[in-house]
């Protein structure tokens, strides 16, 4: 895990360089400190995914390149089997799986996510955006605005994803959703 966040640092790094960007730059872009910016390069820190989706983005690269260093190239449709997804496990509370990391200029990043249960409320996120939220399995507390949401499968959520919002699995038992970033 540690040897798969120095790579994608170092890739990340490698883009603002060559884009001529300063360590600042990025940090005000993506809305963070300067030095947990530089952490995220150094490999030193887990980047969330929103983070790396937004990093993608300024780069205007696919998240594919990011993850797996290796350019996207499918244009009409790609195919991710049952568990083959690109395991992007960039915060501690959840684990993402990217669905379409080979799919060029995509306009939404798709993802399940799993949360496992904790006895601590969890910390709250924000990227740029929107985010659509369907629950496959188990419940589902969302943090969002001074809001507290319980969602059960089949339910879901839209909404715009500036706003802090954060995950937390209920009943003693993980919660699996489908997470579409736009």
């Known amino acids: 895990m540690k040897e798969k966040?120095?790579?994608?640092?170092s890739r990340i790094?490698?883009?603002?360089?060559?884009?001529?960007?300063?360590?600042?730059?990025?940090?005000?872009?993506?809305n963070i400190d300067a030095k947990i910016y530089k952490e995220y390069e150094e490999g030193k820190s887990d980047i969330p995914a929103s983070i790396l989706y937004?990093?993608?983005?300024?780069?205007?690269?696919?998240?594919?390149?990011?993850?797996?260093?290796?350019?996207?190239?499918?244009?009409?449709?790609?195919?991710?089997?049952?568990?083959?997804?690109?395991a992007v496990e960039r915060r501690k509370q959840y684990k993402y799986e990217n669905l379409a990391?080979?799919?060029?200029h995509k306009k939404a990043e798709p993802f399940i996510v799993t949360v496992e249960p904790?006895?601590?409320?969890?910390?709250?996120?924000?990227?740029?955006?929107?985010?659509?939220?369907?629950?496959?399995?188990?419940?589902?507390?969302?943090?969002?605005h001074n809001?507290?949401?319980?969602?059960?499968?089949?339910?879901?959520?839209?909404?715009?994803?500036?706003?802090?919002?954060a995950m937390e699995a209920l009943n003693n038992k993980p919660a699996k959703f489908l997470a579409i970033v736009m």
């Not at 797996?68 to 997804?85: C, P």
């Not at 809001?147 to 919002?165: A, K, M, P, R, W």
């Open 5 to 9: 966040m120095k790579e994608i640092g």
């Open 13 to 30: 790094f490698e883009l603002r360089d060559l884009s001529e960007i300063s360590v600042e730059e990025m940090a005000e872009y993506l």
């Open 54 to 86: 937004e990093i993608a983005h300024k780069f205007n690269v696919d998240m594919g390149l990011l993850l797996t260093g290796e350019e996207t190239r499918m244009h009409i449709f790609t195919i991710t089997r049952k568990g083959k997804g690109a």
């Open 101 to 104: 990391e080979k799919f060029i």
């Open 118 to 144: 904790k006895d601590e409320i969890p910390s709250k996120n924000s990227h740029p955006g929107q985010e659509f939220d369907y629950v496959l399995e188990g419940t589902l507390k969302i943090y969002i």
């Open 147 to 165: 809001n507290e949401i319980i969602l059960n499968e089949g339910d879901s959520i839209f909404y715009d994803s500036s706003y802090e919002h």
